[in-house]
């Protein structure tokens, strides 16, 4: 079974640019999670999905970012602009509502200059 | 609010010995416990979990218990090797299923020399 899919693995860009980073969840998980991960920090939640439904924002900043989830299958994750704070892992997860265990994908690692 | 508190690193051992990794959490329901591992270059992967006090969760020779009197879930591993060089994160998450969200320690570096 393929896992959880993120792409680009490594994103470098200057502040002020927008940058979009895309997640394709492991087949048949409903739930999708995006986290940011500072460097020397554990995960914290951005947003959730339930299918394409967004069910908890409330750590989105909603000035610059935004997500989505066309279809209840992959989702984006949009910044923009991007500031130097942004720099972090991304992280993309899905849940298996069997064993209720989210799946991380390997991160997209973002750098704003 | 809920939160993980985790012993900080680095933490250094030499191969075959004994690991102990502190984690507690303040909650205000019943929590499921977690240890998530990620090696170098990849991404998170899920160690062992307990849904309830004096649960055991196990895998890959690490063992940690659901503590409820004293809100722990210490990992443990009775002789680690140099392939269990990597990062580990205490979590918990209430109210499972799909209302929950994972909230992450900040993560213990385990570095183990031959």
């Known amino acids: 079974e393929a896992g959880v899919v993120q792409s680009p693995r490594y994103k470098i860009i200057e502040k002020k640019q927008p940058v979009a980073f895309w997640c394709n969840p492991i087949s048949g998980h409903n739930t999708l999670y995006w986290y940011r991960q500072n460097l020397g920090q554990g995960p914290e939640l951005l947003i959730r999905?339930?299918?394409?439904?967004?069910?908890?924002d409330s750590q989105l900043p909603k000035d610059r970012f935004s997500a989505e989830r066309l279809k209840g299958v992959d989702s984006t994750l949009k910044i923009q602009p991007a500031e130097l704070g942004d720099s972090a892992v991304y992280l993309c997860a899905t849940r298996d509502r069997y064993t209720d265990t989210q799946y991380f994908g390997p991160g997209t690692r973002l750098t704003v200059l | 609010g809920d939160s993980v508190t985790q012993m900080e690193g680095p933490v250094t051992l030499s191969e075959e010995a004994f690991l102990t990794i502190n984690c507690t959490y303040t909650a205000t329901g019943y929590p499921s416990l977690f240890w998530y591992v990620q090696y170098p270059g990849e991404g998170l992967q899920l160690l062992l979990k307990?849904?309830?006090?004096?649960d055991k969760g196990s895998n890959k020779g690490f063992e940690a218990t659901y503590r409820k009197e004293t809100t722990s879930f210490h990992l443990e591993k009775g002789s680690v090797q140099v392939s269990d060089s990597a990062v580990y994160f205490c979590a918990l998450i209430i109210g499972g299923g799909s209302q929950g969200n994972l909230i992450f320690g900040k993560g213990t570096k385990l570095s183990v020399k031959p």
């Open positions: 307990a849904t309830k006090a004096d």
């Open positions: 999905y339930e299918n394409e439904e967004a069910v908890d």
